[in-house]
């Protein structure tokens, strides 16, 4: 399998802004990905006090020598009550509703398609934590934040924190940081919220004076964290002198089947692809897996196992060959969650096509969230105090997402992920197996099984593409 990776989404500043000037508006910029999220605060009209930053070590997860702001000690540290199942389940019902929310936006554009809701959700809830007013209201709406601010960061944070885990067969690493010009002043209850909530250091570089340069710190920053799988994650126009702050979300998964394909069972077959029949590699096995059908939706569904059963992959195999256009457009979380918590353990025949989904372009998710209803936020009625004081004017600009998803006989290797799966006890075989062959275009989605989240999620229209 090739090596591992994150999914990045950006948010650059918006090149059709007039340039700042004194007494214009800064320009919040977020940078979002799976492997990143980014927020991206542009000029002010007035410049502010030096915030004092500190040579440190480099960080135990980066070979890179950092600058981060000192976070003052004086202060109380904060106290996060940990957080409840019912915080935990809503988080992951959070990411759940707005992965079909946004899902169907995104469906209209033609081919493969991958995205991690999850970075996404991690991203605004960083941005939501400094939000404020109408600003914040409108991402809570649009994103399915419940309950108040604290409830929704104990959710995140208690995430982050099950999010993490190393061992041979299961990688799953989530990693933010906080880009800011070393001459801006932040907030500091927002810099020690976003270290302590979302483990996000705030490091100090020159976007006024070398924005060329902290623009290279930050693509190494994430070239390391996705194994040099994402290159020149922000291009030369997404960073310039007039940013403040950038924002980076890495959300990095790799793990191997509990039970692997056989190599040598894998051979020639015919995908019927949307753009017309192609010869695709299909991997074979057959074994006890959670199957079900709706036969009212036109679909069927099978869950394949992570090694351990925490994380599953959910592949939903419209009945019609041409029928994924009609399930993505009645697509729901609640519908999701039916056909998966109605799936039971049969035997069955499975052909997977192998495949990799790896967009050259990012998704550009500006318009969506604002047809979504993220208004505010991007217009001069932005309230972002919570990062910055209200003379600095934050506005929201650009937001584009990026990601990657990679599936074989081994296993699968994305941006994002959670999977759940479980195997049958060792029953002995009774019958011919369900057939289930993967041969026309299908919805997939990796997820963590513990709290249903949906970690990643795409379409393959051609394996072959």
Not at 247 to 254: I, P, Q, S, T
Request: charged share 25%.
């Amino acid at each position: 399998m090739s090596q591992p990776h994150r999914s990045p989404s950006v948010i650059p500043v918006d090149l059709l802004r007039p340039e700042c000037k004194p007494g214009r508006r800064t320009v919040l910029q977020a940078l979002l990905a799976g492997v990143g999220a980014g927020l991206g605060l542009g000029c002010s009209g007035a410049e502010r006090e030096h915030a004092p930053p500190r040579t440190t070590s480099p960080d135990a997860d980066s070979p890179t020598p950092t600058r981060t702001y000192d976070v003052d000690e004086s202060q109380t540290p904060m106290k996060l009550e940990p957080a409840t199942e019912t915080q935990v389940q809503s988080t992951a019902g959070s990411i759940n509703a707005f992965s079909t929310d946004i899902y169907g936006r995104l469906a209209s554009t033609p081919g493969n398609l991958v995205m991690s809701p999850a970075s996404m959700a991690i991203a605004f809830a960083m941005v939501h934590a400094g939000a404020r007013g109408d600003t914040a209201r409108e991402i809570a709406k649009v994103f399915r934040f419940e309950g108040e601010p604290a409830d929704v960061q104990r959710g995140f944070a208690e995430a982050l924190a099950r999010w993490d885990s190393s061992a041979e067969d299961l990688e799953l690493h989530v990693a933010n940081r906080l880009f800011g010009e070393q001459t801006t002043k932040f907030e500091r209850d927002y810099v020690q919220l976003t270290d302590e909530v979302f483990r996000a250091k705030l490091e100090a570089v020159d976007f006024k004076r070398a924005h060329e340069a902290a623009r290279g710190r930050i693509n190494a920053w994430v070239a390391e964290r996705t194994r040099d799988r994402i290159q020149d994650l922000l291009p030369a126009y997404a960073v310039r002198a007039d940013s403040r702050l950038v924002l980076v979300n890495a959300l990095y998964f790799k793990a191997t089947w509990m039970e692997a394909f056989t190599e040598a069972a894998t051979k020639a077959g015919t995908f019927k692809a949307t753009g017309g029949a192609k010869s695709a590699k299909f991997m074979h096995r057959t074994d006890h897996f959670l199957f079900g059908k709706s036969a009212a939706d036109g679909v069927r569904v099978l869950e394949l196992p992570y090694h351990h059963g925490e994380y599953g992959f959910t592949i939903v195999l419209p009945d019609a060959v041409d029928g994924l256009g009609a399930v993505e457009r009645a697509l729901t979380a609640d519908k999701l969650g039916r056909w998966i918590s109605a799936a039971s353990h049969e035997r069955v025949a499975l052909a997977l096509p192998r495949f990799v989904v790896k967009p050259a372009e990012s998704i550009r998710l500006t318009p969506i969230l604002q047809e979504m209803g993220v208004a505010a936020a991007f217009g001069p009625a932005a309230d972002f105090t919570g990062i910055a004081p209200a003379n600095e004017q934050l506005v929201l600009s650009e937001a584009l997402h990026k990601a990657f998803i990679a599936v074989d006989e081994k296993g699968t290797e994305a941006a994002a992920a959670t999977a759940v799966g479980m195997r049958a006890g060792a029953a002995m075989p009774t019958g011919e197996p369900i057939p289930f062959e993967v041969d026309h275009p299908f919805l997939f989605l990796v997820r963590d099984t513990k709290t249903g989240a949906i970690l990643f999620m795409g379409r393959v229209q051609d394996p072959t593409a």
